[in-house]
DNA sequence: CTAAAAACCGAGCATTAACTCAGTTTTACT
DNA sequence: AGTAAAACTGAGTTAATGCTCGGTTTTTAG
């Protein structure tokens, strides 16, 4: 591994588990036993760090989840989005630092003033979101799903299953517990019901 | 109103807006026309003083939701919990800075050392869960609700309104563009379904 | 009115952090 | 081997921050 991508791994860490703000160049200097020099010789500063360290959180978690899907066949979109919430939170575990990052605030603060963490920050989540959305449209066309706005839908699934990953995040409940309730909240958020095909 | 709540006023702002670590007790002292000294007169350190913001949010927030919920009659469970749901996206929208600071990572972080800091973070979680298992209990009971875990519905619920209220606080979504969407959602998750009752 | 107590002030201290730079070591190429 | 470029180093600079403390003003109570 070059020392490039060991500051870079042991950022990602950090950046993680401490936050941005109080995770200083020193840290990385000491974990990666780098002198602070070859940080800047790198990275430019800390904020292009961070945007390096994004950029790969993207890349990482966009191709994960675009090639498990790919390679996949699903019987109809109920069964896709199964899978992407199954997929969704196993990533969430073997991720762990790269979902802790998103599930910080400080990168959305960030974006507000840099467009290029801002874009990176969108692709992830339109990626995930996307999934999601694809599956509802799936669904709809082959029968499995009912009648309902497939962005919206994608939007509640995708913000259940990752506030359930954020209950672990924050040492409030341990995810996997809810694994199967959230599986049955999917269906029944997705299957066809008379009742309020009407009412909508 | 007294110099020690101006401070404390300025520091939940400054806090939820700009984060812990990146707001200098210097930031609050010109933000309220107050000696950085005063501040340490009425809190011993910056740590005491986010304690009492996170008290004084404890207090807001379950004081409204305890009280909207005991002045109120529903008709059966269902109802309660639409009605919860509902009066969280307000809540949610008239203490921004409140919600922004629970969105944020740094309580939790903080939790991991200071128990003070963790039972106000319990605190106000568990009244808000507690809020949806009540009413998914009564509405067990008379009939509104199916058969299903109570506390684990009552949080995949409550991670699924919380969820959407924090993409609206991280800038991807407007949350009340979702709103009539998560009601039928709820009701879909929570209504008797002989199909997964079975299943289970 | 007076004196003690409470509230308040802000300059100053010690520490830390981002970043620079002049110099050194390693790598790549002929 | 020789040399130029790339990679690396860490002490030093500058600015910011949490907090203290001696002194001042305001409030309170007899």
Redesign the interface.
Known sequence: MTRKEAILQAATVLFSQK?Y??TSTADISELTKVAEGTIYYHFSNKEKLFLSVLEQTRELITKEFESYMENRQFRNGMEMIEHAVTFYMYLAGKLENQFLLL????P??M??TNPDIREN??AI?DCLVDIFEQGVLMGQQDGSIGK??PR??A??I???V???V??K?????DAS??F???I??C???L?T?Q??EE??
């Open positions: 936050g703000k109080e599930h910080r605030h400080y959305y603060k974006a507000l920050l969108e989540y309902m706005p919206k839908t939007l509640i995708f913000s259940m990752d506030g359930v954020r209950f995040t924050y040492n409030l409940y517990a809810l199967n309730d959230i049955v909240s269906r029944k958020i299957t019901d009742k309020y009412g909508a």
